[in-house]
T-cell receptor, first 111, second 113 residues
């Protein structure tokens, strides 16, 4: 059973700080990795995708990938209260068509 | 359309009733996925369509669950003889290719009483 593991949190950070969200995965051959943000009562929204080792930056968001360690992370700089949500790590399954989601990390940004 | 549209937004079904959930994906998106999300959990894969072909239905939890996408656009997820454990949010997502990130619809919250 292929797995995507995340700390459920909650992770609480003060406004303006860096929030660091982590994820590990079991499928060593995975090539495609995603971060989704899900506000309470809403559906997931794609915020980042990453396919190569290293860092990928998009505005206040940086995704980091280390395939050797099977580790993906998301950094949110200058965290805002509006960033408070559940962040889902997702990994494309190499054995099929689906993407496997972690259970998510709840982030609270305190004003 | 501009986004993925799902209907109904909420559905309350009596145990044993059949339900049908509709998904209208983004125009031109070849790939369409159905996921089930329980409270406090990540989405769990149900089934995948590439155009009208259902290429993976390994996540459907029982033979009471059936999905179709007959013309390669709108898809319907049908649940027969609903049971309480079917209560969840059912999410539809579409993408250009199966390896791309998804655009999710707003979901259908199914409550079986």
């Amino acid at each position: 059973q292929k797995e995507v593991e995340q700390n459920s949190g909650p992770l609480s950070v003060p406004e303006g700080a860096i929030a660091s969200l982590n994820c590990t995965y079991s499928d060593r051959g995975s090539q495609s990795f995603f971060w989704y943000r899900q506000y309470s009562g809403k559906s997931p929204e794609l915020i980042m995708s990453i396919y190569s080792n290293g860092d990928k930056e998009d505005g206040r968001f940086t995704a980091q990938l280390n395939k050797a360690s099977q580790y993906v992370s998301l950094l949110i700089r200058d965290s805002q209260p509006s960033d408070s949500a559940t962040y889902l790590c997702a990994v494309k399954d190499t054995g099929g068509f689906k993407t496997i989601f972690g259970a998510g990390t709840r982030l609270f940004v305190k004003a | 359309g501009a986004g993925v549209s799902q209907s109904p937004r909420y559905k309350v079904a009596k145990r044993g009733q059949d339900v049908a959930l509709r998904c209208d994906p983004i125009s031109g998106h070849v790939s369409l996925f159905w996921y089930q999300q329980a409270l406090g959990q990540g989405p769990e894969f149900l089934t995948y369509f590439q155009n009208e072909a259902q290429l993976d239905k390994s996540g459907l939890p029982s033979d009471r669950f059936f999905a179709e996408r007959p013309e390669g656009s709108v898809s319907t997820l049908k649940i027969q003889r609903t049971q309480q454990e079917d209560s969840a949010v059912y999410l539809c997502a579409s993408s250009l290719g199966s390896g791309d990130g998804y655009t999710f619809g707003s979901g259908t919250r199914l409550t079986v009483v």
